[in-house]
């Protein structure tokens, strides 16, 4: 299978996307009170007439994009703004009369309805950004408010009973009355806090857990697949039973939700290895590839009815079928990467690839920055549905995570490269051992190759066990390397060069592909972009952090008409320009 995305091929390129995605959600912070708006516009402002809440999951999932985005680009503000909406977050969401987290907060930091029913979806998600804090910073009070969430849920939302074990559906504001099984209770455990708090912890309590999670995801969800025409029953009653009924989209399967369930599967047996886990992991890809996948223009489609096998219809428009969403096409990126490493089948490959050659050109807002919330088969808008890009479902979590790993799963996976993250961890009075275990890959076949401390060589760390020593007082921003003994360093050269150079591409004149090498003496962000002869910048050609080493990539003019042109490199202080002809 031959690759189609640049994204894939060169997964560097991710970090001008993320840092956009981020950058976009700050107009829609507010200064003032605290707290992102929840409702957003195309263009990045308040969308008043849907109301100046600021709902919990806007600041969980917003501070988890930070986060993320942080560990990319290194860039602290977005750590800075990831801490001061958990910030708002802890001081606004939380229900200290009753425990729980509140749905929906007003501008001012207080809950729109106290006696709101309390759902799974929303105590899982609450700790998707609080855990992502800790991960990147250490930081003690995210802990704890991170094991306050998850004992409550444990304690309270967990339904014991043998032989109906899982996470009830929903519960009414005090916790008194309990009821319902689902996708969202069951799955949403894992992706948000569960596997990234065993690969943090090691502890057994998250494994166990993981593990019957697994079980009830295979024994519930998978087990009822053969009985429809595509996907898997996602609602249920308290005992795991369930009907039919169409009423409220009962009857609904969601694409998305039957390829976040094989990840999810992927994921667990990266670390707990079940051949059970693979089996089902593949089963649900394929039901997505062969009955709700788009094989002309690529990723899958949205929403169907499990019992008919058709397209869901929203609004005017009659058939899902020829509409696609972002978080959706997410799943098929990641999924896809995460079977193709564990199986290397190229369907999977394709999956991915396609659907992120599809995310990258259509669902990203090339004028604006983030991305659509929905759009049609072939990329366009759907007028009636809106271009606005934050509501009660949407935020910076789904384009941020994107991103992050494609680049982590591109690199590791695909292209057998080491990768890079930024981790801040501040000083305490005594001395840390921090496990750093970004992505769910076995033991060992990760390891910590490099650490950098402020810019520093840093060797106080074990490379295998991935931990790092920080004595007492010791503070700053590590940049570490990832890889294992498949993976190379992006740079070629092993000795460590003396002097930043951009060399002439070759060949020039060229048509329509060139290759572009350049050198860099220290670590740190590259940006490398191209002008025409009028000074008017035509592309970014990659933007990401670099190892020091001698790089090279290739550019393609596929899309430019004959002409000169110039193309800057800039890293830290240096900046060199180089003259290039494309001759058509």
């Given amino acids: 299978y031959q690759i189609k995305s640049q994204y894939l091929l060169q997964p560097e390129k991710t970090f001008g996307y993320v840092d956009s995605c981020a950058a976009f959600w700050f107009k829609s912070y507010d200064e003032t009170r605290g707290g992102f708006y929840t409702n957003v516009d195309r263009a990045g402002n308040l969308y008043v007439s849907w109301g100046r809440n600021k709902n919990m999951l806007t600041q969980s999932r917003n501070a988890y994009g930070m986060v993320r985005a942080f560990m990319m680009t290194g860039k602290e503000e977005y750590l800075l703004k990831a801490k001061q909406a958990l910030e708002f977050m802890y001081s606004s969401a939380w229900d200290n009369t009753n425990t729980g987290w509140y749905s929906s907060v007003n501008e001012n930091g207080a809950a729109s309805n106290p006696t709101a029913t309390k759902s799974a979806f929303d105590q899982h998600y609450a700790l998707l950004g609080i855990l992502a804090y800790y991960e990147a910073t250490g930081d003690t009070t995210a802990w704890n408010w991170f094991l306050k969430g998850f004992n409550n849920n444990e304690e309270k939302l967990w339904d014991s009973t043998e032989t109906i074990f899982g996470y009830f559906d929903e519960t009414n504001y005090n916790w008194t009355t309990l009821n319902g099984k689902s996708f969202n209770a069951t799955v949403d455990a894992v992706t948000t806090h569960l596997l990234n708090a065993y690969l943090l912890t090691g502890d057994e309590i998250y494994r166990n857990k993981l593990v019957?999670?697994?079980?009830?995801?295979?024994?519930?969800?998978?087990?009822?697949?053969?009985?429809?025409?595509?996907?898997?029953?996602?609602?249920?009653?308290?005992?795991?039973?369930?009907?039919?009924?169409?009423?409220?989209?009962?009857?609904?399967?969601?694409?998305?939700?039957?390829l976040k369930t094989g990840w999810v599967l992927g994921r667990i047996y990266q670390v707990i290895p079940n051949e059970e886990y693979l089996t089902a992991a593949e089963k649900l890809?394929?039901?997505?590839?062969?009955?709700?996948?788009?094989?002309?223009?690529?990723?899958?489609?949205?929403?169907?009815?499990?019992?008919?096998?058709?397209?869901?219809?929203?609004?005017?428009?009659?058939?899902?079928?020829?509409?696609?969403?972002?978080?959706?096409?997410?799943?098929?990126?990641?999924?896809?990467?995460?079977?193709?490493?564990?199986?290397?089948?190229?369907?999977?490959?394709?999956?991915?690839?396609?659907?992120?050659?599809?995310?990258?050109?259509?669902?990203?807002?090339?004028?604006?920055?983030?991305?659509?919330?929905?759009?049609?088969?072939?990329?366009?808008?759907?007028?009636?549905?809106?271009?606005?890009?934050?509501?009660?479902?949407?935020?910076?979590?789904?384009?941020?995570?994107?991103?992050?790993?494609?680049?982590?799963?591109?690199?590791?996976?695909?292209?057998?490269?080491?990768?890079?993250?930024?981790?801040?961890?501040?000083?305490?009075?005594?001395?840390?051992?921090?496990?750093?275990?970004?992505?769910?890959?076995?033991?060992?076949?990760?390891?910590?190759?490099?650490?950098?401390?402020?810019?520093?060589?840093?060797?106080?760390?074990?490379?295998?066990?991935?931990?790092?020593?920080?004595?007492?007082?010791?503070?700053?921003?590590?940049?570490?390397?990832?890889?294992?003994?498949?993976?190379?360093?992006?740079?070629?050269?092993?000795?460590?060069?003396?002097?930043?150079?951009?060399?002439?591409?070759?060949?020039n004149p060229f048509n329509p592909t060139t290759n572009i090498k350049f050198t860099i003496p220290n670590s740190g962000n590259v940006s490398l972009k191209l002008y025409d002869a009028l000074g008017s910048e035509v592309k970014e050609i990659l933007n990401g952090f670099y190892n020091s080493g001698t790089h090279e990539t290739k550019f393609t003019g596929d899309d430019l008409s004959s002409g000169i042109y110039f193309y800057t490199l800039t890293s830290g202080n240096f900046i060199q320009t180089k003259k290039m002809i494309l001759i058509k």
Avoid: C
């Fill in 285 to 507: 890809l394929m039901n997505v590839w062969d009955k709700g996948y788009d094989h002309e223009y690529g990723g899958p489609f949205k929403d169907y009815d499990r019992v008919t096998g058709q397209p869901i219809g929203y609004g005017n428009v009659a058939n899902s079928q020829y509409a696609k969403a972002w978080w959706q096409m997410e799943q098929a990126i990641v999924a896809g990467l995460e079977l193709y490493d564990l199986t290397k089948n190229d369907i999977y490959l394709e999956m991915a690839d396609e659907s992120l050659d599809f995310f990258m050109k259509y669902f990203v807002d090339h004028t604006y920055g983030e991305v659509y919330a929905d759009l049609f088969q072939n990329g366009s808008t759907i007028p009636t549905w809106g271009t606005n890009k934050g509501n009660s479902g949407k935020a910076g979590y789904h384009s941020i995570e994107t991103g992050y790993y494609t680049y982590l799963y591109g690199n590791l996976f695909y292209n057998k490269k080491d990768v890079v993250l930024n981790y801040n961890f501040y000083p305490v009075d005594y001395e840390r051992n921090i496990k750093l275990y970004p992505v769910s890959i076995p033991n060992e076949k990760l390891k910590i190759k490099n650490v950098l401390l402020n810019g520093v060589e840093y060797t106080n760390y074990s490379a295998d066990e991935k931990i790092l020593t920080l004595p007492s007082g010791t503070e700053g921003k590590f940049t570490v390397t990832f890889g294992n003994d498949e993976t190379t360093n992006i740079a070629k050269n092993k000795e460590l060069p003396n002097d930043f150079e951009l060399y002439q591409n070759y060949p």
């Fill in 212 to 258: 019957q999670i697994a079980g009830n995801i295979i024994n519930r969800l998978v087990s009822t697949m053969d009985n429809y025409a595509i996907g898997f029953v996602e609602n249920f009653d308290t005992n795991w039973g369930w009907n039919d009924n169409t009423a409220d989209y009962n009857t609904r399967t969601i694409m998305g939700h039957v």
